[in-house]
């Protein structure tokens, strides 16, 4: 911080004028000053070279107080306008000497005693309604005369440029003071007060002094307000009080704003004479300095006075008529040696203790300004810290959220090969299932209801046999529904465990499955036969799944159609064949063998044909009745030919069809699409919360690193602050 601001600060060029041109000497005899170059050892010394030294350091701790405000970013327009106005005013070798108080209290006739003639107006009602700057004539080319400056010119008032200022005669001044026509805010009033140099108040040989005189504080609120706005280009403050009213409620108000900067008010307590009861008087208003201003109570035998102003005038204008005459006396009590006392400790205020009067105001609102500012700094101190640890406090509260986030992330992005593992374990228990549901084919039967039900017995076994395949397919994919869910559920255990907001949808694991086998309802086949539901149609691949994906999966087995002339192939016809044909050849031979003889009897025969024709017909009635017990014999067996023929032909074409690979297939994409659209969704939302975690990480980190870097700002601050205070402290002006 000391490195930093020394890079930025340049030292102000030294005291131009000699310690010779300004020894101020104050002598003993007759109160007189005068100017010399020689030093005797009763006279006190004004050192210029001791003030120039301490007047550059002030200027340089002003110029470092404005790059720590720069610093802090605690930049105040009206502060460094202020300090800016200081840096002017300690460089300027010139002093402002306001004087102001309330109305009545005698202003105006103070300004006039001190010059030793009447310039300013003055009267029993109030005159002043401006402000009005009394300056020596010798900054005016020695004329006397009045500069009118508007509230708009005021910053811009040029002596050398006329546009900048009305020029008026001195003699009307009382008329423009007391009129104000031109509605000015200040006159100028350049003049001589009659006395030699080391005796002016205005022309001294060490600096050029300017009394102001001022409105009474309580005229009006704007004329206050103004008063307080140009109280910082003063150098000096001299309150006159009216001895009959103390201090006002306005005068409290502006020796309290004051006090923030000067820390040495000059009181002047006017009227005194008027006042009976004086010590009572005396200790009052001694008491309310104290209470208003400690530091000017503690200086109070140099800084507070209590005088009658206009006696003292009175007997200036007097003497300089009446040279010879002694000074008037009221109750006993000199006046006149009074205000020598004020005004021998004014001009020691002001020249003699020009440290205090100019430096010390200055040192006095930097040091008021640092304690504000290190309050300030503090608090922000302590504010940052509560945001760093809030700030911290959430990092830690996130830091577990995110880290299990991005391990759920993870685990998700090696979901596939889990999902890989799921789906093998199917294809090899649907495979398995199905297998098995063709070698036990054969075994499949249902209700026989005689011979000429053999064509319903036929639809009847076929549809029994899809049946028993719906219901394999239905353990499938059971199956596959289970693992599935054994799978989701792991990962919601996982999820739980992890104490992360996201959910699973399930009814996507119900609805992919939902109803596979169930019947649709819909149109009956051709042949009168229910077919299984089904929501695949038969592919290149086997089956094509329907696109709604929170619509049913159904399955079923290829349709096999049942028509007498297609479903009895030659082969099975010829098995047929050997069924029936011997039983009937049987019975129709030995009936036509048996008509024929019959025919014969009725002709002549001998005896030995007779008994032939009995023998053959007794065979041909044999052969009838052995055909049809044949016949008899091969209809009770036609269930079990049938029932061959419907599931031999049944096995044959399934396990010829794609039926086990289009099914196993199918659940196996069925269960891909369930698991890629859970995981799918579950992907998003841990996406989402991720980014979000990571943004308010970023985020608060971010903060984190703003907090800090103002915590910096805040400790070099500080720093700085405690550095000022040191350099200012070793500048000491109390000599």
Known sequence: MQSLLKSELKEEPAFSETSDSFQFIRTNSTKSYSTTHSITEDRVLFDPVSYSKKRNQLLLLIQKTKLLLSLTNTNNSKTLAYLANLHARISDTKSRVLVTGDLNAGKSTFINTLLGRPIVPDDQQPCTALFCEVISKAENMNREEVHGIPHENIEKYDISDPSSFTVCDIRDLREIVEDNEQNWDLVKVYCDDDRVDGESILRNGVVDISLIDSPGLNIDMMKTLSLFAKQETIDVVIFVVNAENHFTLSGREFLTKAGKEKAYIFIVVNKFDTICRKDRCRNEILSQIKEISPQTYAERSSLVHFVS??????????????????????????????????EECLRSFIFEKRLRSKLLPAKHYIVNLLNELEESLTAQKQTLESQKITLTETIHVQEPILKNLET????????????????????????????????DIQKIDTEWRGFLGGW??????????????????????????????????????????????????????????????????????????????????????????KSEKTKPTKLSAPVIPLEITEYFEYEDKLELAKEYIPSVSMFVGGLIGYQSYAAKG??????????????????????????????????????????????????????????????????????????????????????????????????????????????????????????????????????
């Open 602 to 735: 009725t002709m002549t025969v001998s005896r030995m044909d007779r008994g032939i024709w009995g023998q053959t017909k007794l065979v041909f009635a044999g052969l009838t009745i052995a055909g049809i017990g044949l016949f008899l014999y091969s209809i009770s067996n036609i269930q079990v030919t049938i029932s061959k023929l419907i599931l031999s032909k049944t096995h044959a074409q399934l396990s010829a069809s794609p039926f086990i690979q289009s099914t196993t297939n199918h659940l196996i994409n069925s269960t891909k699409q369930v698991m890629n659209i859970i995981f799918w969704d579950l992907r998003n939302q841990v996406g989402k919360l991720v980014r979000d975690a990571e943004g308010r990480k970023r985020m608060v980190e971010k903060e984190v690193r703003g907090v800090e870097e103002n915590q910096k700002r805040v400790l070099q601050g500080l720093k700085g602050v405690e550095e000022i205070r040191k350099e200012l402290a070793a500048v000491d002006l109390e000599e």
């Open 309 to 342: 102003a206009r006696q003292r005038l009175e007997y200036s204008l007097h003497k300089k008529e009446h040279p010879d005459e002694p000074a008037p006396q009221i109750n006993g009590q000199s006046y006149l040696n009074e205000f020598n006392h004020l």
């Open 408 to 439: 759920l992330q993870q685990n998700l992005e090696d979901m596939d090969s889990k999902i890989h593992s799921v789906i093998g374990q199917i294809e090899v228990a649907v495979k398995k299932q199905l297998d098995a549901f063709l070698n």
């Open 456 to 545: 319903e017995y036929a639809k009847r076994l076929r549809n029994r046999v899809f049946e028993e395949a719906g219901k394999r397919i239905k353990l499938c994919e059971n199956f596959a529904k289970h693992k599935a869910l054994n799978l989701v559920l792991k990962l919601e255990e996982d999820i739980k465990a992890m104490e992360v907001d996201v959910k699973l949808d399930f009814s996507l694991l119900e609805s992919g499955f939902l109803g596979s086998v169930a019947p649709s309802g819909s149109k009956t086949n051709v042949d009168g036969i229910e077919p299984v539901a089904r929501a695949a149609e038969p592919s290149t691949n086997g089956y094509t799944a």
